[in-house]
Every structure is written in C-alpha cells, then in structure tokens.
C-alpha cells in the first residue's frame, strides 16, 4: 500500500466515504475542510472543499457520495449537512437540518433526493438540486444507517430495529 500525500492535520479522520466509481476518497476531520483525494492521482495534494466561513467548526458524523458521483453530502454532529455539487465547483449549501446529530444518509439511485437520520428519530428529505425549499420530514425512527432505493428508504436504529417505508418524493 501507498499513503496518500496529506497536509499536516491537527485532529483525527473522522469519516470517509470512495466515490461510486472508486476514484475518489473523501475524508472529513473536525474543524477542516474535506479533502479529496483522486486515486489515480495519489501523489498530488487532495482537493479541499471548505464549510462556509460563518459556520463555526464542528464534527462530522457521515459522509456520502451521490450514485452518479454529482454531489458530496456531509453530516456533522451539531445537526448541520453541507452540500456540494461538485461539477458545478459552487460553495457547498448548508441545509436545513432537523437538530440532531446526524449520524447517516443516502441518496436516490436517480441522484433526485437526499435523506438524512439521526439521534433525534427524525428522518428529513430534501429534492435536489433545490435542497434550500422547504423539507419532508419523514417521520420518527432514529437511523444508524440509511439505504435509499428511490421508491423505499429502509432504516435501521440501534436497537436492532428495521422499518421500511414507501416512498413518493414526487
């Protein structure tokens, strides 16, 4: 193996997540910015994709790519999501989240919606590319971990329990 090239990080990694092609490695640390790295690139500096500079720092908590590799969703522990569309090079948005520690999300296989879950039992939905409109609170059912099909979002907590829900995002 390779270590990847890294600036000098002042915490840990707190999550990771490949890209769905598996070019790309994206690691998110308390108080810094994302960095991205191109794996067939190992020996270059990684992209860097930094929150809004009012946001104070905070920690992350999940981290995903979208199916399509479009967008990189990022969760942090005070309840924020950050958002990038990542062709489009923009500064991420900030959506409004549900004030949980958001602990996991998923995309739709059509890279149409983004759902996140948390500490809260709360599950939130937002369309995309408009996540600033106004979202879909989904119902209670704290989640450790989401799987979104586009037509069900199943959900599991940490009590062992899994609920299946249909979904119409239209």
Known sequence: PRPLRAPELKTQAWVFGFSPD???LAIAHAGEPVRLWRLDQVDASPETFAAPADLPPTVPSAIAFSPGGRY???ANKDGTVLLWDLPAGTPPRQLSAIGSMDYSMAFS???THLVVGGTTGQLQLWALPQP???S???GRGASSALVFTGRH???TNYLGQVAIRNIDPA
């Open 109 to 111: 296989p059509d890279e």
């Open 22 to 24: 598996s070019a790309a």
């Open 153 to 155: 979002l199943i959900s």
């Open 72 to 74: 990189l969703a990022l």
């Open 132 to 134: 600033d409109e106004t």
């Open 136 to 138: 879909i609170q989904l």
